[in-house]
Nanobody, 121 residues
Framework: QVQLVESGGGLVQAGGSLRLSCAAS????????MCWYRQAPGKQREFVAT???????NYADSVKGRFTISRDNAKNWVYLQMNSLKVEDTAVYYC???????????????WGQGTQVTVSS
């Protein structure tokens, strides 16, 4: 079994910063990519950032220059440093990972339960 657990959410004023963490645990052979998504009330879940093997990153236009994704490969953790937060960044933030549980397995997608980020004006 594989688990992804997010932490670090909370309430912050506009212009402030938060750092989200996501720990992947369980039966993990290799991780292809780790991503952050978010879902605001009444809206669809949207892509925020991804980091793939080799360290290449990609960001949604709405967070470029403000958010930074990073990964601790040894610990199977992924982080999202969020700076210059805006009210519109308020959402539940989810991490996911495309990974193989065992050698030879197909890669599968796993999601965490999410962590709430609320940015006040």
């Amino acid at each position: 079994q594989v688990q992804l657990v997010e932490s670090g959410g909370g309430l912050v004023q506009a212009g402030g910063s938060l750092r989200l963490s996501c720990a992947a645990s369980g039966s993990i052979f290799s991780i292809n990519a780790m991503c952050w998504y978010r879902q605001a009330p009444g809206k669809q879940r949207e892509f925020v950032a991804t980091i793939i093997n080799g360290g290449r990153t990609n960001y949604a236009d709405s967070v470029k220059g403000r958010f930074t994704i990073s990964r601790d490969n040894a610990k199977n953790w992924v982080y999202l440093q969020m700076n210059s937060l805006k009210v519109e960044d308020t959402a539940v933030y989810y991490c996911n990972s495309v990974l193989q549980s065992h050698a030879g397995d197909y890669a599968a997608l796993y999601w965490g339960q999410g962590t709430q980020v609320t940015v006040s004006s």
